[in-house]
């Protein structure tokens, strides 16, 4: 039956305003509503159950509310797990797999519903690429149309910029220019002129990489050193080269770059040269100064130029952004560089200290020990000593703790504020030997009192940042140990966590606090941080940061990979919202925290931060069944 033009045209205009409806062609969409019925369901009338089964209905919410309920359960204010409201539908798994649903989906109000059958709705997938694409990676869909969204928002002038995550092998210019190692140096140079490059890259007789020779090395050892032209290239070349695969990402070896202060990475495949990339490949223009940054706080000599850095970093930040650099690479970015500096504090700071004859490692805790900082983050680290037999440690740690306070203090003046919770390695609590680590670990395991459990969220996220890093490697096997024992204290942490509930309403889109905002950190990151912290000690897993400690549960079979993508995807989102807010609030000179107004999003933004807040709760109901913690 054909559908009147004007209701047509009513169906259109409404759905063109929700993904993926609106990406769709309108030949498909007319296909879609010629086919829909609208069914409606009074206030707590049931529109599907776990009984029915295969689900024979696509449904598109067009008024009302849907409550999603796990075993049957009626929807309290607590026992909804899912809201979903106009331009949203359901039940895409159930369908995509032809099973029946695992929840009962039941109207929270008065509700209308577009509604397409089983068939149709399958044929409609073979029809449209982008309703399929929807369906198959719903919420990896909705971020995609987000990220382009914010990329026209701060990149209107950085078009042309490299995209940082692009793999090694789209990047490589040309084939790289390479010689023998016993090729004479006036030769190698002669070619280097000749060809207009910066850099000969030295291989063996299978394409093996085994040096390479810059313009930095002509300077420093040819032309300062008045080294003979004649000499082979090995005497005068850097030996060894660092490689990356092919596959690599860009930002991966800006990473590098940063951090060693390379300005070439070479790319090797199976140990043959596939090509070289240059920090000019990188950065196109050098509008983006990683590595600058980098080699500007390795060099500092004085605290006002790290100071410098650190309002660098920010400006590096929005920068990366208008690429549109993805929240995961961006945390490491920043993470990497508040590393360096907090590097080169210590190491400025141990010159004229008697430290430099101790065995200690500076450990960074929570965030930071993450890889997850954005620009609002305090202090949190912690030092671990070497213990020489028979020494005391209330000796050493005398001697410890004013050059730690120095570095506190100094971090604090590069915009990382001293921690209110004096969680700092300035504090005689948090700097210890290996043993006394390892005894404040068991005591808190074996109690799990409110602050031993609220200190196993920030200190049991722990790496080594500089000095003696065998000391945390110790003492991370030691907890990989201890913890998957004491099954009571993960329920501890369990209970703990789950107190924490993802910010959704059943009747409003979100239940927000004061001012009318919601947390990003408090109820948005910390249900996935926390989720991924008790799993990992429970499996005995070695990874610290939140992604990787999802995605290695994955692969080895504590969550299922389609669950952890999207668990992933969900708390890149928040990263990237809390990333984007920072951002705005330091333009506009106003105090950094982690409260938005849901009401200063777009349609678009509001739509995915109610799906990665579904994703925390649907990972805190595994957590909740997994260890059995009642509501």
Known sequence: MTTPYALLAATLDQLGRYAPFDQMERDHLVWMIERLKVGYYAKDEVVLAPAETPVATFYLIKQGVILGEQDVVRAQENAAWLELHEGECFPLGALLSKRGVTSTYRAGIDTFCYELS??????????????????????????????????????????????MSSPLSAIIRREPITCAPETPVRQVLETMHKNGIGSMVAVDGEHRPVGIFTLHDVLSRVALSCTALDQPLASVMTANPYTMPPHAFAYEAALVMAKHGFRHILVAEEGR???????????????????????????????????????????????????????????QIISTLNDLLTTRI?????RASPVRDIAFCWMALGSEGRLEQTLNTDQDNGIIFDL?????????????LPFAKRVNLALAECGFPLCNGE???????????????????????????PMALLYATIFFDFRPLYGAERLALE???????????????????????????????????????????????????????????????????????????LRELAEHGHLRKVDAEAFIEAFLFIQLLRLRLHHQQLEQGSELSNKIDPDSLNNLDRRILKEAFRQARKLQTKLRLDYQVRE
């Not at 044929?123 to 919420?139: G, Q």
């Not at 390695?425 to 009192?449: M, R, V, Y």
């Not at 201890?482 to 910010?503: G, H, I, M, S, W």
């Open 118 to 163: 089983a068939e149709h709705f399958r044929e409609l997938l073979r029809l449209s690429e982008p309703f399929h694409d929807f369906c198959t990676r719903r919420i990896a869909n909705l971020l995609e149309q987000s990220k382009q969204v914010i990329q026209a928002q701060y990149a209107k002038s950085t078009s042309e910029q490299q995209s």
């Open 273 to 331: 040269l596939k090509g070289l990339v240059s920090e000019k490949d990188l950065f196109s223009l050098q509008r983006v100064g990683l590595r600058q940054i980098g080699g500007t706080i390795r060099n500092a000599e004085h605290l006002d130029t790290l100071k410098g850095s650190a309002r660098d970093i920010r400006q590096l930040a929005h920068n990366m952004m208008a690429q549109g650099v993805a929240a995961e690479q961006l945390t």
């Open 346 to 350: 210590i190491e400025l700071e141990l």
């Open 388 to 400: 020489p037999e028979g020494a005391d440690p209330e000796a050493v740690r005398a001697q410890v």
């Open 423 to 449: 969680v700092m390695a300035s504090n005689p609590k948090w700097c210890l030997s290996l043993k006394e680590w390892q005894e404040t670990f068991a005591n808190w395991i074996d109690h799990g009192d």
């Open 475 to 549: 003492l991370r096997d030691w907890l990989r140990d201890a913890t998957p024992k004491n099954t009571r204290f993960l329920y501890q942490l369990a209970v703990n966590a789950l107190r924490n509930d993802p910010p959704l309403g059943l009747i409003r889109d979100f239940v927000t606090g004061k001012g009318h905002t919601l947390d990003l950190k408090l109820n948005g990151i910390t249900p996935f941080v926390d989720a991924a912290r008790i799993y990992t000690l429970a499996t005995a897993g070695r990874q610290t940061n939140t992604v990787g400690r």
